[in-house]
């Protein structure tokens, strides 16, 4: 849905730092995504490269920062953040970010199942590296970021998927590399230079690599009993679960709310209990 993706993160994000700029807030971090890059080939790219984002969620993170560049003035200062593909655990872990998802798959089938050939690029980075960035932009001094722009990562962990897969295999015992009968190409690849937001934010110091992630996810999927139904299902998978809500009834084609969203909440599978 092109349409719904534009209207939340485009114009509702750019209303939102209008509303903000009126208000007096003089400093907007807008959480932006390397997704802009696109297909971006081979080539190491920076903050300086020209983005070519190639899906809808690309476009409208794109567009959001172009219109919240032209808000900046002495008294409001968008700072970009482009942070890299996130992973890492949470009580409402998502499924589909790459490490989680060959992680999960490993612990619970055995198969560290890659659903492209692997050879794509893609930059990966923690959660919590992801929030100790953004503290950092809020608490840098304001020449340093008044509409600037800033990848959000280290620049080692770039990694091939295949790449990634490995790590995974070689961390979850008895578990082998796959690849799905349609496994093909993917356009989206990027190689991104994270250098800028250690030069300039210093106090932004992550602490994570995807193998130490790895361990992480393989730990908490075995201390939570990970089960391939609960994160296969409509639970944890973003797109299943607004399917289920569309055949329900409960929300219409633009993801509006049709009926109370708490008669809506979903029980908590018996192996993730605990964690939530």
Known sequence: MPETTFEINHAATVRLAQIAKAGGVRRFVFSSSCSVYGAAGQEWIDEQSEPNPITPYGVSKWKAELDLRQLADARFSPVFLR?????????????????????????????????????SWRPIVHIEDIGRAFVAALEA??????????????????????????????????????????????????RVDCSKIARLLPKFRPQWTARRGARELYRRYSEYGLLLEDFEGARYQRLAYLQSLMARGAIDGNLRWILPITSLEPRAPRSLKSAC
């Open 83 to 119: 942070s890299a593909t996130a992973y890492g655990f949470s009580p409402r872990i998502r499924f589909d970010l790459v490490l989680n998802n060959l992680t999960a798959h490993a612990f619970t089938s055995g198969k560290v199942l890659l659903k492209s050939d692997g050879m």
């Open 141 to 190: 001094p304001v020449e340093d970021v008044h509409n600037e722009v800033f990848n959000v990562g280290i620049t080692t962990e770039n990694y091939r998927i295949r790449e990634i897969a490995e790590i995974v295999e070689a961390t979850v015992t008895g578990s082998r590399i796959e690849f799905a009968a349609d496994a093909g190409p993917d356009k989206r690849t990027y």
